[in-house]
C-alpha cells in the first residue's frame, strides 16, 4: 500500500495517547507490533488529533491551509481557510476530488473507494449546486464555490463555510459498497440487507471512518479481536490485519460479514430461532457476546442466558435487547440496525 501525498491528504482523527504511542513493541506478536507501529507512524506525521472522534467523520487537509470534515452521519461538510482565495481552492478541491497523479497514487485510490467505475469526483450527487444539479466540471464547482463564499463568516482568523448534502447523500454513499456487501453475504452466508444496516449504523458509508477504540473502516473492525477471528476461523491462519487492509472497502466488509458469521455459528450457536439469533449477532456486534450473557444471567453463564433466550418469543427478545441489555449504547443499537436494515430488504 502506497502511502498517501501532499496535496489531500485523507486522514481520520483518532485517539492513542503520547504515553501510549512512546511505548516499544518488542513484547507484541509480530503482527500486533506492526500494526501498532502503523497508528504510531501517523501520529507523528504532525497531524493533531482528536479523541472525541466519531467514526462519520472524515477529515481533510490540502497544501492551501485550508481544513475539510465532512460528516456523512449529519450531512455536512464544514470548511475553513486562512483567506477566501484559499477557500474557494479548498471548496473545488473538495467538490471535484477523484484523485491526481501528484496528490494519491491511482492503487491508493482504487483501494480506498475514491474512485468509482464512472471516474467521477467522489461527492458526485452528494453535493448539489444550487440548480440542484450533481458537480462534475470545474466550471460547475467554481461557480458554486463563489455561491458559498457569499455566505462564508470569518472567526477566529478564519473563513468558514457549510456545504450541506444532499437528502438522499446515505443511499448514493451505500450504493457505493452494495455489491460487494452482496458477495460477502453470499460468501458468509448472512443477509445482505444485515451487512448494510451495520456498515450505515458503524460509519454512515465513511470507508476512512476511525473510532476512539481505533475500530476502522465502514464496518468498524477492530483489527485485534474480529481482524483476528476472521483470519483464524475463516481463512485459518494466525494474522492481524493492517490499517491499510481494513480501509479497503471490500476487505474490510468481508471480514466484516465473516464476523457476524462466526458470530452466528460459533459464538451464539444454539439460539434455535432465526429471527432471534440475527436480533443476537446484532447486539454481539457492538457489545460482545459476554455482554449479551451477562444481561440475560447474573453470573454471565451461557448456556443459562441461551436456554433464556429459547424460552422468549422473538418480540420478548427484542424488547429484552432494546430495554434490559446492560449497555445502554447497545440497546439503542439495536433499535437502529433493525430499523435500518427494513430499506435494504430488496437488496
Do not use: C
Amino acid at each position: 500500500m502506497k502511502v498517501l501525498q501532499a496535496q489531500l491528504t485523507i486522514m481520520l482523527l483518532w485517539a492513542l495517547s503520547p504515553t501510549t504511542l512512546a511505548t516499544e513493541f518488542t513484547h507484541y506478536e509480530d503482527d500486533v507490533a506492526t500494526l501498532l507501529q502503523e497508528y504510531r507512524r501517523d501520529q507523528y506525521s504532525g497531524f493533531q488529533f482528536d479523541r472525541g472522534v466519531e467514526p462519520s467523520l472524515l477529515q481533510m487537509h490540502d497544501e492551501q491551509g485550508g481544513q475539510v470534515k465532512a460528516d456523512f452521519a449529519r450531512g455536512e461538510i464544514n470548511i475553513d481557510a486562512v483567506s477566501q482565495a484559499a477557500l474557494q481552492q479548498s471548496i473545488v478541491r473538495l467538490l471535484l476530488t477523484q484523485f491526481d497523479p501528484n496528490e494519491i497514487d491511482i492503487q491508493t485510490a482504487n483501494d480506498f473507494g475514491l474512485v468509482n467505475s464512472s471516474k467521477k469526483p467522489f461527492f458526485y450527487n452528494q453535493i448539489l449546486d444550487t440548480d440542484g444539479k450533481p458537480i462534475e466540471f470545474e466550471w460547475r464547482a467554481q461557480r458554486y464555490a463563489k455561491h458559498l463564499l457569499q455566505r462564508s463568516r470569518y472567526e477566529n482568523g478564519r473563513y468558514w463555510v457549510t456545504i450541506p448534502m444532499s437528502a438522499n447523500h446515505t443511499q448514493i454513499a451505500g450504493g457505493k459498497y452494495v455489491a460487494f456487501a452482496q458477495s460477502a453475504s453470499v460468501r458468509h452466508q448472512v443477509p445482505v440487507s444485515l451487512v448494510m444496516a451495520i456498515m450505515e449504523t458503524e460509519s454512515s458509508f465513511n470507508p476512512m471512518a476511525r473510532s476512539r477504540s481505533n475500530a476502522l473502516g465502514l464496518m468498524q473492525v477492530k483489527a485485534n479481536t474480529a481482524g483476528r477471528d476472521y483470519f483464524a476461523l475463516i481463512k485459518g491462519y494466525q494474522h492481524t490485519p493492517s490499517a491499510a487492509y481494513l480501509y479497503q472497502p471490500e476487505s474490510n466488509i468481508d471480514l466484516g460479514a465473516g464476523y457476524l458469521r462466526i458470530l452466528q455459528q460459533r459464538y451464539l450457536k444454539g439460539i434455535d430461532d432465526p429471527l432471534k439469533l440475527e436480533y443476537a449477532v446484532i447486539a454481539s456486534y457492538n457489545g460482545g457476546s459476554g455482554n449479551l450473557w451477562k444481561s440475560l444471567n447474573p453470573q454471565g453463564n451461557k448456556r443459562n442466558a441461551i436456554a433464556r433466550i429459547n424460552r422468549m418469543s422473538s418480540t420478548d427478545f427484542y424488547w429484552f435487547l432494546t430495554n434490559r441489555h446492560n449497555r445502554k449504547e447497545t440497546q439503542n443499537y439495536v433499535k437502529k440496525v433493525t430499523a435500518k436494515q427494513r430499506k435494504y430488504l430488496q437488496l
